[in-house]
């Protein structure tokens, strides 16, 4: 009965544990592995706090009622989390038990060496030395391999035609290096790791909690341009069997044709995020590390100055070309 009894404990023990890492990962790369850190030097340091008052902070968090400047981040964190779950993580915070996971001990190392600079993606690909020896038109013999992507044996299968993975591992939020937009307007790629970030949902939007304009300066992130405040979509309804845009019939149910129109609708403003860009990750990417397979003959001119390779001025251009 004894030995039943220790096997169930150290089976509860197991779970918790592994409830606690899983529940956490994502905590490291700020808080530290043992939550020793001030996370974007803001927060307190975690450890030093006693149970209860952790207990206080991640339920206060789930409600809305506790916190300042991270109140918006840390309210998605602990969104599905229950009051055991916190429970457990409040003892094991205090208990020393630590976060030694790979994913945390990268993210610590990245932070620890991550730059105050904005990284141009292009400069490997746009290198003209390898672009002048990938040119297929400068050779007398082009190869079957030369002519595609692949550069491997085509009439042979294995281990070196496959293709090299691509590693997304970033430092944590707050610690990244900025890239550079591939060409104007382009949507930035996301520089740190999106772990416990994703998915995305109307309800539920951690990116929000940074990125807000009255946030963005706080933690230093880059705020959201007002074109994600503002609503370009024409309104649109059907009325008595026909198709009504912004006030002109433009055709009838059912047999609406092509619409020469293609102006965008007079602009909506608004001081909250349009929830037709809800989801960020539909245009933003987190950027991999990884080489491309040919060179880069595009070269991106950001010809109303070089603080457009990090800045947006897409809501006043919106209308080029149109007009």
Do not use: W
Not at 18 to 39: I, P, R
Not at 159 to 171: F, I, L, Q
Not at 243 to 251: A, I, R
């Amino acid at each position: 009965m004894t030995k039943v009894i220790k096997v169930i404990a150290l089976g509860s023990l197991l779970a918790s544990s592994a409830l606690y890492a899983a529940s956490t990962a994502a905590c490291a790369g700020c808080h530290g592995q043992h939550f020793e850190k001030v996370a974007m030097g803001k927060s307190k340091i975690v450890k030093d706090m006693s149970k209860a008052d952790i207990l206080v902070a991640l339920k206060g968090y789930k409600k809305g009622t506790y916190g300042g400047a991270m109140k918006g981040l840390m309210t998605g964190q602990v969104a599905n989390l229950s009051d055991a779950d916190m429970e457990s993580i409040a003892a094991s915070i205090k208990g020393g038990a630590g976060v030694a996971t790979d994913k945390a001990t990268a993210h610590a190392a990245a932070a620890a060496v991550a730059e105050a600079k904005v990284i141009d993606i292009n400069a490997k690909v746009c290198d003209t030395a390898r672009i002048n020896k990938e040119d297929l038109g400068n050779k007398k013999v082009v190869t079957e391999e030369a002519l595609g992507l692949r550069k491997t044996n085509l009439y042979a299968e294995g281990g070196e035609t496959e293709g090299v993975k691509a590693d997304y591992s970033r430092p944590a939020p707050g610690s990244s290096t900025k890239f550079e937009r591939a060409y104007v307007n382009a949507p930035p790629m996301i520089p740190h790791s999106v772990e416990g970030l994703l998915p995305i949902k109307q309800n539920n939007n951690q990116c929000l909690g940074c990125h807000m304009p009255e946030m963005a300066a706080a933690v230093k992130a880059t705020p959201i341009p007002v074109s994600h405040f503002t609503n370009y979509r024409p309104k649109t309804v059907l009325k008595g069997g026909e198709l009504v845009k912004e006030g002109k019939v433009v055709g009838l149910k059912g047999d609406i044709g092509n619409v020469g129109d293609i102006k965008i609708a007079k602009a909506k403003k608004s001081d909250k995020l349009y929830q037709g860009r809800f989801n960020c990750s539909q245009c933003h990417a987190p950027q991999a590390k990884i080489d491309t397979v040919v060179g880069n003959t595009f070269t991106p001119d950001f010809g109303e100055g070089n603080e457009m390779k990090s800045h947006s001025s897409l809501a006043d251009a919106m209308n080029e070309g149109v007009q």
